[in-house]
């Protein structure tokens, strides 16, 4: 098995020469991105048919190869441009009025995509075995209760908003400056981190309710994948999150 670590240290041997990169990703230990030079596409932490049925093989590997590969190359060229070389996401995201607007979408891109494939894992099911339900223990499921009243209440009210942002955006749960559990969303690739962005806070999950996050499986129906989307968030990665880790 090729860990997170030496898939890595191999994507560096692949661009030796070009004297680029030196990233580390790890939103479980905070320290988000550590960018040295510029900005590189981290692995996804399980395989691209890993997230079905509920989101299939295709649009992972597009959404991830594609999209999110665009953003970094377009947010490298920005930072480039910009001589903000060895500048890290959480600074840039937390700066980004003082910056180009390439700089925020690309960036937010870059950012929210990363946080996005740490959010989920695995919840594999079938027609004879369904997926097992996926209730939020940890701290993050006692906070949820008692912000929320139940599960059940924050799952509406966070697919409500996700419902209801319009055209390209992000829902998200986030700690909030009164250090509260609170649900919002954020217009195209803004994130709650950003010191512009109208909804505030640390991020805990987000959801990508981009058509393209969803559009080959879903088509149009946004409910559904949000709906599916539920089975595989990754409650413990939210959890550490919560708790600072
Ligand atoms: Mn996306």
């Given at each position: 098995?090729?860990?997170?670590?030496?898939?890595?240290?191999?994507?560096?041997?692949?661009?030796?020469?070009?004297?680029?990169?030196?990233?580390?990703?790890?939103?479980?230990?905070?320290?988000?991105?550590?960018?040295?030079?510029?900005?590189?596409?981290?692995?996804?932490?399980?395989?691209?048919?890993?997230?079905?049925?509920?989101?299939?093989?295709?649009t992972m590997?597009i959404h991830h190869?594609?999209h999110?590969?665009?953003?970094?190359?377009?947010?490298?060229?920005?930072?480039?441009?910009?001589?903000?070389?060895?500048?890290?996401?959480?600074?840039?995201?937390?700066?980004?009025?003082?910056?180009?607007?390439?700089?925020?979408?690309?960036?937010?891109?870059?950012?929210?995509?990363?946080?996005?494939?740490?959010?989920?894992?695995?919840?594999?099911?079938?027609?004879?075995?369904?997926?097992?339900?996926?209730?939020?223990?940890?701290?993050?499921?006692?906070?949820?209760?008692?912000?929320?009243?139940?599960?059940?209440?924050?799952?509406?009210?966070?697919?409500?908003?996700?419902?209801?942002?319009?055209?390209?955006?992000?829902?998200?749960?986030?700690?909030?400056?009164?250090?509260?559990?609170?649900?919002?969303?954020?217009?195209?690739?803004?994130?709650?981190?950003?010191?512009?962005?109208?909804?505030?806070?640390?991020?805990?999950?987000?959801?990508?309710?981009?058509?393209?996050?969803?559009?080959?499986?879903?088509?149009?129906?946004?409910?559904?994948?949000?709906?599916?989307?539920?089975?595989?968030?990754?409650?413990?990665?939210?959890?550490?999150?919560?708790?600072?880790?």
């Amino acid at each position: 098995m090729t860990t997170r670590r030496e898939f890595f240290k191999k994507g560096i041997l692949a661009g030796a020469g070009l004297a680029i990169m030196k990233t580390g990703l790890s939103f479980e230990n905070k320290k988000v991105v550590q960018a040295e030079d510029l900005f590189a596409l981290p692995p996804l932490p399980y395989a691209y048919d890993a997230l079905e049925p509920f989101i299939d093989k295709q649009t992972m590997e597009i959404h991830h190869t594609k999209h999110h590969q665009a953003y970094i190359d377009k947010l490298n060229k920005a930072v480039t441009d910009a001589k903000l070389n060895g500048i890290t996401l959480e600074v840039l995201c937390k700066n980004v009025s003082k910056y180009p607007i390439a700089i925020r979408n690309h960036g937010g891109g870059h950012y929210n995509h990363s946080m996005f494939w740490n959010s989920m894992k695995p919840n594999p099911g079938s027609v004879l075995e369904p997926a097992k339900a996926n209730e939020p223990v940890w701290k993050i499921g006692d906070a949820i209760k008692s912000t929320f009243d139940s599960f059940s209440n924050f799952k509406t009210k966070f697919t409500e908003k996700a419902m209801s942002t319009f055209g390209s955006g992000w829902a998200w749960l986030v700690i909030n400056k009164e250090g509260k559990l609170e649900i919002g969303s954020t217009p195209n690739q803004d994130n709650p981190l950003m010191d512009l962005a109208e909804f505030k806070g640390t991020p805990i999950i987000g959801l990508d309710v981009w058509e393209h996050a969803y559009y080959l499986k879903y088509q149009n129906k946004r409910a559904d994948y949000v709906n599916s989307w539920w089975n595989i968030v990754n409650w413990e990665v939210a959890s550490k999150r919560f708790e600072g880790k």
